[in-house]
């Protein structure tokens, strides 16, 4: 058995499925490894929007067509073919109920075929931190992997209240949610987006749980789906 075989059988996390073969895994194994050790791998930056920067690249551009299901819809930016932007268009259950553009620009830059920054619109930066974004992208580096539920699990830690989105945050970079529930003790956004194409045949989709305390507003979990995989991050009791 090869050694990218090998990881096949060892490694789900965010961005992996069980269906996938290659030396694939052993990328998105390094890369969830980096994020254990995340000062010395990554930097993030907020000055057009909130970047993360990849110091030891290791993604290439195959492997997010593999995440994302699909090319992007654009390719080419300011004549620069490294230079992608993955588009996911906010859905609702029926006519748009909210002003504003609440769609999800994903910038991707590339070199020498290797994945250098990551950013998200600049609206993210006005509520979430970039201590916040870092603290939530290094649990990742720490998460459980459940093969067999297809699901990854870790826990947010060591954080002040302040850090911790509320519905207010959430709403006001999301809007409205595409559904939502409340039960005595939680309250559950649902968010749904597609993931625009340039084959109309393909209908891909991402769609993301946020479970506030009822109490407190603060949120106590967030769940993400894509193809198949579930990602959950749980926020510790906060004194």
Same mark, same amino acid.
């Given at each position: 058995?090869?050694?990218?075989?090998?990881?096949?059988?060892?490694?789900?996390?965010?961005?992996?499925?069980?269906?996938? $073969?290659?030396?694939?895994? @052993?990328?998105?194994?390094?890369?969830?490894?980096?994020?254990?050790?995340?000062?010395?791998?990554?930097?993030?930056?907020?000055?057009?929007?909130?970047?993360?920067?990849?110091?030891?690249?290791?993604?290439?551009?195959?492997?997010?067509?593999?995440?994302?299901?699909?090319?992007?819809?654009?390719?080419?930016?300011?004549?620069?073919?490294?230079?992608?932007?993955?588009?996911?268009?906010? /859905?609702?259950?029926?006519?748009? +109920?909210?002003?504003?553009?609440?769609?999800?620009? @994903?910038?991707?830059?590339?070199?020498? +075929?290797?994945?250098?920054?990551?950013?998200?619109?600049? /609206?993210?930066?006005?509520?979430?931190?970039? =201590?916040?974004?870092?603290?939530?992208?290094? !649990?990742?580096?720490?998460? &459980?992997?459940?093969?067999?539920?297809?699901? *990854?699990?870790? $826990?947010?830690?060591?954080?002040?209240?302040? &850090?911790?989105?509320? $519905?207010?945050?959430? /709403?006001?970079? @999301?809007?409205?949610?595409?559904?939502?529930?409340?039960?005595?003790? &939680? @309250? !559950?956004?649902?968010? /749904?987006?597609?993931?625009?194409?340039?084959?109309?045949?393909?209908?891909?989709?991402?769609?993301? !749980?946020?479970?506030?305390?009822?109490? $407190?507003?603060?949120?106590?979990?967030?769940? *993400? +789906?894509?193809?198949?995989?579930?990602?959950?991050?749980?926020? =510790?009791?906060?004194?």
């Amino acid at each position: 058995m090869t050694i990218c075989k090998k990881f096949a059988f060892i490694f789900l996390s965010l961005v992996i499925l069980s269906t996938v $073969t290659g030396c694939v895994y @052993l990328r998105f194994l390094k890369l969830k490894n980096q994020m254990a050790d995340f000062n010395k791998n990554f930097e993030i930056t907020d000055e057009n929007g909130l970047s993360l920067v990849f110091l030891n690249p290791v993604l290439k551009k195959s492997d997010m067509v593999w995440l994302m299901g699909t090319e992007p819809t654009i390719m080419e930016v300011d004549g620069n073919p490294d230079n992608w932007i993955y588009e996911l268009k906010k /859905r609702y259950r029926g006519k748009k +109920n909210e002003e504003g553009d609440f769609d999800i620009p @994903l910038d991707l830059a590339f070199e020498k +075929n290797k994945l250098t920054v990551f950013t998200m619109p600049e /609206r993210f930066t006005k509520y979430f931190s970039k =201590s916040l974004f870092e603290k939530f992208l290094s !649990t990742l580096g720490q998460a &459980e992997i459940d093969k067999g539920d297809k699901q *990854a699990n870790s $826990t947010y830690e060591g954080a002040s209240k302040t &850090e911790i989105p509320t $519905t207010k945050e959430i /709403r006001a970079v @999301l809007g409205n949610p595409y559904s939502g529930k409340a039960t005595k003790e &939680e @309250l !559950t956004y649902v968010y /749904r987006y597609k993931i625009l194409s340039p084959d109309p045949e393909k209908n891909l989709g991402v769609r993301i !749980t946020f479970n506030f305390n009822k109490d $407190t507003d603060y949120l106590a979990s967030v769940v *993400a +789906n894509i193809k198949g995989l579930k990602v959950k991050i749980s926020f =510790s009791d906060l004194q």
